[in-house]
């Protein structure tokens, strides 16, 4: 399946545009942090479950042209994303112009999503767009939680180098890995 290549400063710009609260997870977030991880193929959002919010996430959606990413279908099946039908969801693989993006209202380890992470999110730059992005702890504790063999292998450099960064912090430094 040839899907189209990763720009997630349009996702991001999209959301940022119609004023979508959300936190980034994932592999991306902590690349956007400075983790050494392998580039990602797509980008991970926890969008805010209210009515207005998910109003909003369903313009963005709308201005993207997002479908449901399906393997047998190059470009996307098409769907109902009204604020009502998101509010049904747990979880959504989308696919789009600017690439695959994934909506995890309820991500793993974090029942509460949104307002769960949003509290200890640190603010990363997606290109030109601003975001929000889920705490190196709480992508590990995600990732522990969602027990997939790719999070597994992943955990032990993302653990380093969140332990860094808080000594770095500690000593008032810039965190050093290699």
């Not at 977030?29 to 392998?38: D, F, N, R, S, V």
């Not at 380093?160 to 770095?168: H, L, M, V």
């Not at 008032?172 to 890995?177: Q, T, W």
Request: charged share 25%; with cysteine.
């Amino acid at each position: 399946m040839n899907r189209p290549p990763l720009n997630a400063e349009t996702i991001v710009a999209a959301m940022n545009d119609h004023g979508v609260e959300y936190v980034v997870i994932g592999a991306f977030a902590a690349i956007a942090q400075g983790a050494p991880l392998e580039a990602t193929r797509d980008v991970d959002l926890t969008p805010r479950r209210t009515a207005q919010n998910l109003e909003r996430l369903s313009e963005a959606l709308r201005q993207l042209g997002a479908k449901i990413r399906v393997d047998d279908l190059e470009d996307g099946l098409s769907f109902d994303h009204s604020g009502a039908s998101l509010a049904a969801m747990t979880m959504l693989n989308l696919t789009c112009p600017a690439g695959d993006f994934d909506l995890a209202f309820t991500p793993a380890a974090s029942p509460a999503g949104y307002d769960d992470l949003a509290p200890n999110a640190r603010s990363i730059h997606v290109g030109a767009q601003s975001a929000k992005a889920a705490d190196l702890w709480d992508i590990i504790r995600s990732k522990e939680a969602a027990g997939r063999e790719k999070d597994w292998l992943t955990l032990p450099l993302l653990k380093e180098y969140a332990s860094r960064i808080d000594r770095a912090a500690e000593d008032g430094a810039e965190p050093e890995f290699g």
